[in-house]
């Protein structure tokens, strides 16, 4: 039987259901029911500013202005290069828009409804948490935190305000991927034990130690820092680059985790926090970064596992997949990546499903639906609302900080933290610079 996409959101949502850290990621009490937008949105016009455009967030508010009545009216970037060159993009198709290097400016705007936060992680909590203050509908990019703690001060931002949240985990408005889900909801597999979790990448040149220097011009190194340590500028940590350093990302585990790893979250129904975490990894082929280039995490559950595994710049892939996810239990092994999924069968224990293709656009679906809602207020018909973007960030930080840790982490369900000081230490994140965490 095929779960209906109101179903399938309301379980992504509450897969952490039963933990500790479940009364903040899961209280969906609001959910479906209208509410009054406090930004100036009417049903035909929804005014739409972007904050960090150089990459993903450039993508995201492009396909955000794929929908009728949304008007791209603001960019904000902290780099007057990418800023200038952006709105010159705007202009060549006939769009004016205001531009800023301060988000404040953006946020204290009567003229915007809503705003789409594609900067570096270590700003996205601080932003989500105003912008949903200020009255604004928010699309921010995964991961949602740089730690568990803003994990939980983002769900709280949104529970506070009740504003719209949707979380750049696009492929959550794949259909292939549901179906894949169904498939596995449907038993066909048999008991599943193990579930393969992976990312092979090749990034191109390694990541090389370079010496300190000046920021670019045009670039305002103090703001892009923001709440991390301040640091003299490296260009390693800069542009692109940033996510392998703990400062502002968590690598490969938190970039890509968030996508794949939520998947094996809904294919097993699983409860967000596992019983027990071990992690081992090394830097084989980017000595001028921090976060590991090559990685396992176990995640140990009452009666399965998951497995995490990335390189870069190695190898092909587990069946011969950049990427994916692999259920396998008793009568085969289902595989899912971005491309399509199938079922092969062991030993003819079950029928299995040829490669099927994936059918359609994830980022505009996803854009699509955040519109959507915009315009409903109806929480519950969200493809990523921030709860499930919670819990797949929270899992993701669980590798990192067992394998910086070094140790084994037993995960108090009560306490709703580990039996390890250290490790409870790195749950959080040091704000510097006057910054502060967002209440929760």
């Not at 985790?257 to 084989?284: C, I």
Request: a neutral charge; charged letters at 20%.
């Amino acid at each position: 039987m095929t779960i209906s996409r109101r179903k399938f959101i309301h379980t992504a949502a509450a897969v952490a259901g039963g933990t500790a850290i479940s009364p903040i990621i899961t209280d969906l009490a609001h959910a479906g029911r209208p509410i009054r937008s406090a930004g100036a949105s009417t049903a035909d016009r929804i005014r739409v500013a972007a904050i960090g455009i150089n990459s993903m967030g450039w993508a995201d508010v492009n396909a955000v202005m794929k929908n009728p009545g949304v008007e791209c009216v603001a960019l904000c970037d902290v780099d007057r290069n990418v800023l200038d060159k952006r709105a010159a993009e705007l202009a060549g198709r006939g769009m004016q828009v205001k531009t800023f290097n301060d988000y404040r400016r953006i946020l204290d705007s009567k003229d915007i409804d809503a705003v789409v936060i594609g900067t570096p992680d270590h700003w996205h909590c601080l932003m989500m948490a105003e912008a949903c203050d200020a009255g604004k509908d928010v699309y921010v990019e995964k991961p949602i935190g740089n730690s568990i703690a803003e994990c939980r001060a983002m769900v709280a931002a949104q529970q506070r305000t009740n504003r719209v949240v949707q979380v750049g985990q696009w492929q959550r408005s794949q259909k292939h991927f549901r179906d894949a889900v169904d498939f596995v909801h449907s038993g066909k597999l048999g008991k599943v034990g193990l579930v393969k979790v992976w990312g092979y990448f090749n990034y191109g040149n390694p990541i090389l130690k370079q010496p300190d220097g000046s920021a670019p011009a045009g670039v305002d190194y103090g703001m892009w820092l923001g709440p991390a340590m301040k640091r003299p500028f490296n260009p390693n940590r800069f542009h692109g680059s940033f996510r392998w350093f703990w400062d502002y990302a968590g690598g490969i585990m938190t970039d890509w985790g968030v996508h794949l790893l939520d998947y094996a979250l809904l294919g097993m129904k699983a409860n967000a926090t596992p019983k027990r975490v071990s992690a081992s990894g090394a830097m084989l082929r980017n000595p001028g970064a921090e976060t590991p280039d090559t990685l396992t995490a176990l995640f140990e559950y009452d009666d399965f596992n998951i497995q995490w595994e990335h390189v870069i710049g190695y190898g092909a892939g587990i069946y011969n997949r950049q990427h994916g996810i692999a259920f396998l239990g008793e009568n085969g092994t289902l595989i899912v990546d971005r491309e399509g999924w199938e079922a092969v069968p062991y030993e003819k224990r079950m029928e299995g499903v040829p490669l099927t293709k994936s059918s359609d656009n994830g980022l505009d679906e996803h854009a699509k639906n955040f519109v959507e809602v915009i315009r409903s207020r109806r929480m519950d018909d969200l493809h990523a609302p921030i709860q499930a973007g919670a819990e797949v960030a929270t899992l993701s930080q669980m590798g990192n900080i067992a394998y910086r840790t070094g140790n084994t982490l037993h995960w108090n369900a009560q306490k709703g933290e580990f039996d390890d000081p250290m490790a409870n230490k790195l749950m959080t994140s040091e704000y510097h610079n006057g910054y502060k965490m967002p209440r929760v």
